[in-house]
């Protein structure tokens, strides 16, 4: 069973996270990506980070969405984000 106090902190420093590294580093190379960039290997080992720190949140984040549906869009909205930053390179690494 989950701790409310608990899972209020656990919440803000995700929301922290987001707002100050994860959400910047994704606009960052969503803008990159559609101008045809290529993501570097530092790129993508931070990508890799993101989808396990995503992994390992995913039951709190699950559980979460069920107490608060209202934030069910913006849990969507960032995962379009990273799906249309992936799409994006994968374009960008074929030839042409």
């Known amino acids: 069973m ?7 902190g656990v919440i803000q420093a995700l929301l922290e996270r987001l707002n100050t590294q994860r959400l910047p580093l994704a606009l960052d ?49 960032l995962l379009h984000l990273y799906k249309e930053i992936l799409d994006k390179a994968t374009e960008n690494e074929k030839p042409a």
């Open 29 to 77: 190379l969503k803008a990159r990506v559609d101008r045809g960039e290529k993501l570097s290997d530092y790129d993508i080992s931070k990508l890799e980070e993101i989808f396990a720190d995503v992994q390992t949140a995913q039951p709190f984040v699950e559980r979460q969405l069920q107490l608060h549906p209202e934030h069910q869009n913006l849990v969507a909205s």
């Open 2 to 8: 989950s701790n409310p106090t608990e899972d209020a």
